[in-house]
C-alpha cells in the first residue's frame, strides 16, 4: 500500500480472478527465497564473487547512490505523523538522518506554504509528491499550484486499479492532459506502479496499456522496486530481480524515480532496506535514477527505524 492505497488488495483480486491459490502464492514466495538461498550457497564457495554480484554486499563498480538523491516516502511514518507535534518530530528526525529531500503523502492538516517553510528551516525540501488523478480543471490547477509553492520537480500519481480494459486506456489518456499541463508549470509528472498492473488479464495487462499509451515526452515511471519483484514473484519469473530490470529497460516511458523497498525472503511481506531479498545492487548497476526513495509500508521495528535504515543502506550501498 502506498498513500493509503491497497496494492496488496488489487494484487490479491487480480491472482483470484486468474484462479490462483494460496498454495500458488506461497510457492511464488519461496520462489524467491529459493534464489537467496542459492546466491546465499554461492557466497559461502566464493565470497567474492557473490559480494560483487550483488545481494545486499559490496558491488565491484564502486558506484554509490549520491546523498542528494537519498529520499523518503512519507507514508512510511505515517502512524508517527497522527499529531501536529509528531509532524514536527519526524521531519526534525529526518534531517537529523541526513535526509535531504522527502516525497509526501499529504499536507498533515496544513497548507503547502506552512510545510514549505517548516521543510525549509530544516533544510529538507519537498521535491515529490503523491497525488491522485484530479476530479476536475481546479482541482488539478490547485495540485499543481501546491507543487511549485513547495518547490517540487516531481507529481506522482500513486495507484489506480480497475478489472476494465477502458477504464486503464481513459487513465492514461487523462494523465497525459494532466501531464500536458504539469509541464507548464514546470513540474515531471508520474506514475507508480505496484504489482497487479502485471497480474490483471484484460487481453493486455494494464502495465501494456499504460506503458503503450502514456506519452514517454510527458509522463514518467516511478518504479516501486518492491512490487516489480512481486509482479515477477506473481507472474512466475523464474528471477524476480531479472523481471523488475525488464520492467525498467522496456518501457518507453522514462524511468526517474525508484521505490526503494525490500521482501522479506520467506513471507513476501516488506521488509527494511538491507534485511530482504531484493538484489538492490543488481538493479541499480542496470540503471541510474534522479531519486532513489525508501519507503517500508510496515515499517519491522517503528517508522523513524525504518527511515534511519533506509538511508543508511543507501548511503553506503556500492553497487
Known amino acids: 500500500m502506498c498513500f493509503g492505497y491497497d496494492g496488496e488488495g488489487a494484487l ?21 527465497a529459493a534464489g537467496v538461498a542459492g546466491v546465499a550457497a554461492v557466497g559461502a564457495a566464493a565470497p567474492a564473487q557473490a559480494r560483487g554480484r550483488g545481494g545486499h554486499g ?10 542528494d538523491r537519498i529520499s523518503i516516502q512519507l507514508y512510511t511514518l505515517r502512524s508517527a505523523m497522527s499529531t501536529p507535534a509528531g509532524v514536527d518530530l519526524v521531519l ?21 506554504r506552512q510545510i514549505r517553510d517548516l521543510l525549509d528551516d530544516l533544510g529538507i525540501r519537498a521535491s515529490s509528491s503523491h497525488d491522485g488523478i484530479s476530479p476536475d480543471a481546479g482541482s488539478l490547477r490547485t495540485k499543481l499550484e501546491n507543487a511549485v509553492t513547495l518547490g517540487q520537480r516531481y507529481v506522482v500519481v500513486p495507484f489506480l486499479s480497475s478489472p476494465s480494459l477502458s477504464q486503464w486506456q481513459t487513465w492514461a489518456d487523462q494523465m497525459n492532459a494532466e501531464a500536458a499541463v504539469a509541464k507548464r508549470y514546470g513540474l515531471r509528472y508520474g506514475y507508480h506502479n505496484h504489482a497487479h498492473e502485471f497480474t490483471i488479464d484484460l487481453g493486455v495487462t494494464p ?30 519469473a523464474a528471477d524476480p530481480d531479472r523481471f523488475a530490470i525488464d520492467v525498467i529497460r522496456e518501457a518507453p516511458q ?21 534485511t530482504g531479498v531484493v538484489d538492490f545492487p ?18 519491522d521495528v517503528t517508522p523513524l527505524t525504518s527511515a534511519a535504515v533506509g538511508h543508511l543502506y543507501l548511503e553506503h550501498l556500492e553497487y
Open 254 to 274: 522514462a524511468v526517474r524515480q525508484f521505490h526503494v523497498k525490500d521482501r522479506d525472503g520467506a513471507t513476501g511481506d516488506m521488509a527494511d532496506l538491507g
Open 12 to 32: 490479491r483480486r487480480s491472482l483470484e480472478e486468474k484462479g490462483a491459490s494460496r498454495r500458488s502464492l506461497l510457492r511464488g514466495a519461496a520462489v524467491g
Open 207 to 236: 502495465w501494456e496499456v499504460l506503458t503503450s499509451r502514456l506519452d514517454p515526452r510527458l509522463v514518467h515511471l516511478e518504479v516501486d522496486l518492491y512490487w516489480a519483484y512481486t509482479g515477477g514473484v506473481d507472474t512466475g
Open 58 to 67: 559490496h558491488g565491484n563498480g564502486g558506484r554509490k547512490v549520491p546523498h
Open 92 to 112: 526534525a528526525r529526518l534531517a537529523h538522518y541526513g535526509y535531504a529531500k522527502v516525497e509526501l503523502a499529504g499536507y498533515y492538516g496544513r497548507t503547502a
Open 282 to 299: 543488481r538493479i541499480f548497476r542496470t540503471h541510474r535514477v534522479e531519486e532513489y526513495i525508501v519507503e517500508n509500508d510496515n515499517p
